[in-house]
């Protein structure tokens, strides 16, 4: 690792062509350290799961890393240094899709909309104030901030009203992780057949 964090900031010192980093390659180089350590080694996916199970895991892992660790969320977006460990994370999403037939841009293009349904559930969950502990059911914090805002209301916003009574009932509260990740599954996979479908009938 600390070779790794050298060779961001300016290659190792006891290289002839060694020069003393800039302070602001060093900074992120030391961010690039700290998201690195807090996301972890990458999950070691079964390949033999499929690749839904695959995802569906590492979303799980990703969802409990940004529940632990929330400044992730802020820390881990725009132009910057990558680490091992964080580049790790997305080989091993792409590995799972690697047997799909999808092309890479499209392979990237599914491994970024699994990962932006994670962290916008993340970042509710601590806009809310949850915590880190998924658990805590940040569900059920909206729909109580919801049913307090619609406290004479309902007439104006009977759709609203009428889900967020029904939510408070049911049995899938909480589970807009699951939820959302089932979803996008059920179309990566309708692609994905769609895709097939079309490789067949070419080369018939």
Do not use: C
Not at 7 to 22: E, I, L, M, T, Y
Not at 176 to 192: K, M, N, P, Y
Request: charged share 20%; hydrophobic share 45%.
């Amino acid at each position: 690792m600390r070779a790794s964090i050298a060779s961001w900031v300016g290659g190792a010192r006891n290289s002839p062509a060694w020069r003393p980093p800039s302070w602001h390659r060093v900074t992120n180089g030391l961010v690039a350290l700290m998201i690195d350590t807090a996301m972890g080694e990458p999950p070691a996916l079964r390949a033999d799961a499929g690749w839904r199970a695959a995802l569906r895991e590492w979303a799980e892992r990703l969802s409990a890393v940004l529940h632990r660790h929330p400044w992730l969320l802020t820390a881990t977006v725009g132009p910057r240094f990558m680490g091992p460990n964080e580049l790790g994370w997305t080989e091993s999403a792409l590995a799972a899709l690697a047997d799909t037939g999808l092309d890479g841009a499209e392979q990237l293009d599914a491994v970024v909309l699994v990962n932006g349904h994670v962290r916008t559930l993340a970042q509710v969950a601590v806009s809310m104030g949850v915590g880190s502990a998924r658990a805590k059911g940040p569900e059920q914090v909206m729909s109580a901030a919801l049913n307090e805002l619609l406290v004479g209301r309902s007439e104006r916003y009977p759709a609203l009203a009428a889900a967020v009574a029904s939510s408070a009932t049911g049995d899938a509260r909480d589970q807009a992780l699951e939820f959302g990740l089932e979803r996008i599954f059920d179309g990566l996979e309708s692609f994905v057949s769609r895709r097939a479908a079309q490789v067949s009938a070419t080369e018939s």
